[in-house]
């Protein structure tokens, strides 16, 4: 085609030309054709133009009746802005006058009727037009003028549009039917390369015959099937609206003609013989008011559903029935009121959740090849649909292979997705197998094995090979190895809304892996009498297994943002959950899961003002859960908990955190915990209203390894009966860090506190001229002191104990707090009481001594070290002098246990006269003398000692043997 300048109009005192000139072409020579908007003159700056291609579909869309044309323009955004409507947005450089657009026409496979693509842009002169004529329509028929139809919606005009399919059918070509309701009975259409184009969307109306009691329109009949190696072309209903007339066909509710289709689309039901597909399309259509599914798609077909409307359908707009299917529907929108389907007696109706929505199971199979292909697969896309009327529905069967991505949809109440309720046969012994049976070992190996050499089975079961297309041989049968089940479920971008009610729920169950992408899971409100109904109100509930083995490998993931809310209001009397995980059966065996749940990428659970829980685990017996959760933000009620676990008699659950924000709510409950639980939460961040945690008794028995989460309070938390997990920080007001030891909960089975066991960073506070880092291999979070007169920690391990001599922990504080004391005035007697935490190191080694603690001087016997010793299992505290030999030993506990606190009473008679040490285990309270070891003071005795300070007198008393940072009288000093 070359470029002519047409017509032109004045803009901005310049002449501006589309460039082109109005053409007709034919589909199959696939012309390129070049449409350039010119300016008469260039401009200074940049000049944008917006040219629209109006009236067919550009590469940007391939569905439906499929692609016209495709567009290029350099440097161009290329947009689809509406139905049938392509912008390209183009600059005209400043200094230029033309940018060059190329239309290429597409030889797509629909029979089209000519088709008239409309080009436009604002201020460069009249539009132009390019007339596609499809060279490729054997022929075409008008169904009033060439074969009597009337179209008057009382005449049946059945008998006529039989004959008009009848007459193309084995050439193909496009059937024209001009505006009208024409009255259809059982009209039988195929087997392909046929379109039925009405003349408008709403205006050529097909409308089921009264009462007609059988299949409306179908595929599966006779000579109308398609049978064929390869697939077809395509079947094509456009422009036209189906009516199902449902006013006029008896009674319908319980589902008593749900077989009478309304509209059948099939492939072929011989599924060892013919692996040819059905491509069947519908476009800019409207089905409405039927009995049954809006359309029925059987089994080895693929499916183009574009622009569509779907209103007042029972059960489903669209049912995927078989397998062997491949289906795409984008720009659906279904509707209706579903109180105009209930069966009388039925409040809340039992079908109605299904109403005008999507609809899948299988209940046929489709064509196997024994290799690549086992007849049981289904692969959905679905791209803004809207299903405002109804719900979404996957049922899942023994040998279901399900692929589904889902991007903006909406689901109005009744979100399922079913997996299989059943596995394959286990049955062998000397046994006849066809080909295509499908099977799966007695003893689960993660596989299952499809017949590809008919026969009869041996004796006894085979030994399996479980390398994916691998092949066992078992008598004089053949089996190839498959994958256990293929079910992978992708919704990104998307609502979906429950209503606890019985079937008005958003619900999955024993699906393989499915994954949520951005989408926002609401519990929305509801004006029905939710009579005396148990079940919890949730936003979304998972059944992670229904038991015996049915499903495996189950992931659900909620990644993206996905976000859970309640705009329910307060008409729910139940428990109300963001997410209600239901749990599997381990049979006894802990960590045995086969399933998991995840919640990353900062998802949110938002319900401040009505959520009871954020997530509910556990249900029915099936309270196994693993469950991850990374970056969750969660606002419950004030009363209400993020977190509900559950517990049962051999099951247990696998919990891992990170990085759990609560903005509203607290920690977690936990009824009945088990000692093959296991809990994990690192990077948590909570303060201390947030942080209840209410338990059964066996909480503390639970495997806490790893944990460490971030908590803040303005009060100590050993008085404040803080809750803490093992492995917790805990910083009060004072910015003192404190490590969690032993956990502290609220035990819901003693209705009593169970007071956590908190080792503070700080208590002994011991004074430095200076501070550094250790070296590498140093435990983390220690501080080693340095200094000529003041050491920390200056131990010297023996063989086979590690860090030992590193026990405790430094803080430096001002000398002003140093300690309490008093002095009777009689004899100037000190006494302080204070208590140290020492480490007790993880090792093994069943002897060995490190020193861990030093009071006194360096000079001789003048010093006292505190030592641990590790003696067949058990860790043993003692005091000594270098050279003096060992005192008695005092044993702390076995190797590998959590720090423990060990309270030390210094007490001198006179200012001058001999200091004692006692070491003290015991409770709360004023310290017991034990025999320990004392030594004599002389003046300025204390001024060189390596933890004290020296203030250049005589008197000794007023020297500090040991730094004492004084956090309160109660913990830290008796005086």
């Known amino acids: 085609m070359y470029i002519e300048s047409e017509i032109s109009c004045i803009r901005k005192s310049s002449v501006a030309y589309l460039n082109f000139k109005s053409t007709t072409v034919n589909k199959s020579d696939v012309d390129v054709l070049t449409v350039t908007p010119t300016l008469s003159s260039a401009k200074g700056t940049d000049t944008v133009v917006d040219v629209y291609f109006t009236g067919g579909h550009s590469d940007q869309e391939n569905y439906g009746v499929g692609q016209h044309f495709t567009l290029v323009c350099s440097g161009a955004t290329i947009t689809n802005t509406g139905y049938n409507t392509t912008r390209v947005r183009l600059t005209i450089p400043a200094g230029s006058t033309t940018k060059a657009i190329t239309m290429t026409i597409v030889n797509n496979p629909v029979l089209e009727r000519d088709r008239v693509i409309t080009i436009s842009a604002a201020g460069f002169g009249a539009s132009k037009t390019v007339t596609i004529i499809d060279d490729n329509v054997p022929a075409e028929v008008n169904v009033k003028t060439d074969y009597g139809a009337v179209g008057d919606g009382i005449t049946d005009d059945t008998t006529a549009f039989q004959a008009a399919i009848d007459a193309i059918k084995s050439a193909g070509g496009v059937i024209y039917i001009p505006d009208g309701t024409y009255i259809i009975g059982n009209l039988h259409i195929g087997p392909h390369n046929i379109s039925l184009v009405g003349q408008s969307k709403t205006g050529t109306i097909l409308k089921r015959k009264a009462y007609l009691g059988t299949v409306g329109i179908t595929m599966d009949y006779g000579g109308y099937r398609y049978e064929s190696a390869v697939d077809s072309k395509p079947l094509t209903f456009y422009n036209l609206t189906i009516d199902g007339n449902c006013a006029n066909q008896g009674d319908f509710h319980g589902y008593e003609q749900e077989h009478k289709w309304t509209l059948l689309v099939f492939g072929n039901d011989n599924n060892f013989t013919y692996a040819g597909r059905l491509n069947f399309h519908m476009e800019n259509a409207v089905i409405k008011d039927t009995i049954t599914d809006g359309i029925s798609i059987i089994n080895n077909t693929i499916a183009k559903l574009y622009q569509m409307e779907f209103d007042e359908c029972f059960r489903g707009s669209t049912s995927l029935l078989g397998g062997n299917t491949d289906v795409e529907m984008v720009n659906i929108e279904c509707s209706g009121t579903q109180e105009r389907f209930r069966p009388a007696g039925d409040p809340l109706g039992r079908y109605t959740p299904s ?362 938390p050993d008085w404040d009966y803080v809750h803490g997990l093992v492995g917790d920080i805990y910083t009060d007001d004072d910015l003192v860090e404190w490590l969690c030891t032993a956990a502290g909960w609220y035990d819901s089975q003693l209705s009593a506190e169970h007071q956590g066991v908190w080792s503070p960073d700080g208590v002994a506070v011991l004074q430095s001229d200076s501070f550094e880092s250790w070296s590498s291999g140093s435990p983390a979070g220690w501080t080693k002191v340095t200094g000529t007169n003041n050491v920390v920690a200056q131990g010297e391990p023996d063989t086979g104990v590690k860090h030992g001599d590193y026990a405790v922990k430094v803080t430096y504080k001002d000398a002003t707090n140093a300690f309490f004391y008093k002095n009777w005035a009689a004899t100037n007697i000190l006494e302080f009481f204070c208590k140290i935490y020492l480490a007790v190191p993880s090792v093994t080694s069943s002897s060995g001594e490190s020193s861990i603690f030093i009071v006194g ?46 309270q030390f009473y210094f007490k001198s008679d006179t200012v001058s006269g001999a200091w004692k040490l006692w070491l003290n285990e015991a409770a709360e309270g004023s310290p017991t003398e034990q025999s320990m070891f004392g030594f004599n003071s002389g003046t300025n005795q204390f001024g060189r000692s390596w933890l004290g300070k020296y203030n250049g007198d005589a008197d000794a008393g007023n020297d500090y043997s040991i730094y004492v940072d004084c956090l309160d009288i109660r913990n830290a000093f008796i005086s």
């Open 857 to 902: 001087t360096s000079a001789g016997s003048r010093c006292c070290y505190i030592l641990m010793r590790i003696n067949s299992g058990n860790v043993e505290v003692k005091l000594t002098t270098p050279g003096s030999g060992a005192s008695s030993w005092h044993v702390l506990g076995a190797v590998g246990d959590a720090p423990r606190a060990v």
């Open 355 to 716: 109403l005008s929505a999507m609809h899948m199971e299988l209940s046929e199979r489709g064509y196997c090849d024994g290799t690549t292909k086992t007849g049981y697969a289904q692969n959905v896309t679905l791209k803004n649909v809207n299903y405002n009327a109804g719900g979404f529905w996957i049922t899942c069967a023994a040998n279901s292979e399900i692929t589904l991505n889902a991007n903006d949809i909406y689901v109005n109440g009744c979100f399922h997705l079913q997996g299989p309720n059943s596995q394959p046969s286990t049955v062998w012994a000397s046994q006849a197998w066809t080909f295509g049976a499908i099977i799966r070992p007695t003893t689960y190996n993660g596989r299952r094995y499809i017949c590809i050499t008919a026969g009869t089975s041996g004796a006894s079961e085979p030994t399996w090979n479980t390398v994916l297309d691998s092949v066992t041989t078992d008598g004089t049968v053949q089996w190839r190895c498959l994958d256990l089940n293929i079910q992978d479920v992708t919704i990104a971008n998307s609502l979906i809304k429950s209503y606890a009610l019985e079937n008005y729920v958003a619900y999955l169950n024993s699906l393989g892996q499915v994954t949520f992408n951005n989408c926002q899971f609401d519990l929305a409100y509801t004006s029905e009498d939710l009579g005396d109904s148990v079940l919890p109100a949730y936003a979304f509930y998972a059944v992670l297994d229904q038991g015996s083995g049915t499903a495996r490998n189950g992931l659900l993931t909620f990644d993206q943002g996905c976000w859970f809310t309640i705009s329910a209001e307060d008409n729910y009397s139940q428990d109300r959950v963001a997410l209600w995980v239901g749990g599997e059966v381990l049979d006894g065996t802990a960590n045995a899961y086969d399933h998991e749940v995840v919640l990353t990428g900062n998802c949110e659970i938002d319900g401040a003002d009505y959520f009871d829980y954020g997530i509910y685990c556990g249900q029915d017996g099936r309270s196994s859960v693993r469950l991850t959760l990374e970056d969750l933000i969660v606002a419950v009620l004030s009363t209400g908990y993020a977190l509900l676990l559950s517990g049962q008699t051999g099951q247990y659950n696998d919990i891992t955190i990170n990085h759990l924000q609560i903005t509203s709510g607290r920690y977690l409950i936990w009824n009945y915990p088990r000692a093959g639980d296991i809990f994990v939460d690192t990077g948590s961040s909570l303060a201390k209203a947030q942080n209840r945690i209410t338990a059964g008794t066996n909480l503390a028995a639970i495997t806490m390894t790893g944990t460490s989460r971030a908590l803040s309070g303005s009060l100590r």
